[in-house]
């Protein structure tokens, strides 16, 4: 297969990149400064990667980019620094999703791309009723007015949910939701849910980053995990 990976020298992205390189995949990736990825990972012959900064390419490259692509994984984010959450763009994330799946859209693939995001378990899925009490709804509301990043990934979300769609005959998609992140260095096992199954804000689980990784990465390579979770936002934790 071969996978667009967003977002690839992010904490999350460059696990992703490592896991699908070790099991033989060709990985494609955008990068402001190669020299954040492992030099490991540089040398493998199945990485090739464009520097630039992905909202900085033309819609024609980006149509390269993608033509002949099976997957593309978006690991993209915000840094946690003033800069990084209340600078531009705000909508780095919403922007990147909404010009990539125009991209695809543009090369009318035989077959759908897949396109995983990687969101938050603080992103509702709207199609969905996921209860919330008073107190997470007043959160929501202040991090969606005061923190853009938050914001975004509910707009990234939301732009799959309802621009992308079920019907396309271009792009399926998955929206991978986990908690509070943590550093592991190997994987471990981890459950998929349809729904938070805890407060996000309040009584948060934990998903190490590795586990997003391989979460991701089995949805790309697993014809049968995807077609059970196509179209949803599963929320990922580390098993108890």
């Given at each position: 297969m071969t996978i667009l990976v967003l977002g690839a020298t992010g904490a999350t992205g460059e696990l992703l990149v490592a896991q699908l390189l070790g099991r033989g995949e060709e990985v494609r990736a955008v990068v402001r400064s190669p020299d954040r990825l492992q030099l490991e990972l540089r040398q493998c012959v199945n990485l090739s990667y464009?520097?630039?900064?992905?909202?900085?390419?033309?819609?024609?490259?980006?149509?390269?980019?993608?033509?002949?692509?099976?997957?593309?994984?978006?690991?993209?984010?915000?840094?946690?620094?003033?800069?990084?959450?209340?600078?531009?763009?705000?909508?780095?994330?919403?922007?990147?999703?909404?010009?990539?799946?125009?991209?695809?859209?543009?090369?009318q693939p035989e077959r759908p791309v897949k396109f995983v995001l990687m969101s938050s378990a603080g992103v509702r899925n709207r199609d969905l009723d996921e209860p919330l009490t008073t107190g997470e709804r007043a959160v929501l509301a202040l991090l969606r007015t005061l923190v853009p990043p938050h914001a975004d990934n509910e707009q990234a979300a939301d732009y799959l949910r309802t621009q992308v769609g079920q019907s396309s005959k271009f792009i399926e998609w998955c929206a991978v939701r986990p908690d509070s992140l943590t550093h592991a260095d190997e994987v471990s096992p981890c459950t998929l849910h349809e729904s938070p199954t805890r407060s996000a804000l309040f009584n948060p689980g934990r998903t190490s980053r590795i586990n997003v990784g391989h979460a991701m990465t089995r949805l790309i390579v697993d014809d049968e995990l995807w077609t059970n979770w196509r179209g949803r936002m599963p929320v990922v934790y580390n098993a108890e």
């Open positions: 464009t520097t630039a900064s992905l909202l900085d390419l033309s819609d024609e490259r980006l149509q390269e980019l993608t033509a002949g692509c099976d997957a593309v994984a978006s690991c993209l984010g915000h840094n946690l620094t003033l800069r990084g959450v209340f600078g531009q763009p705000r909508r780095l994330v919403t922007d990147a999703v909404r010009r990539v799946c125009r991209a695809i859209e543009a090369n």
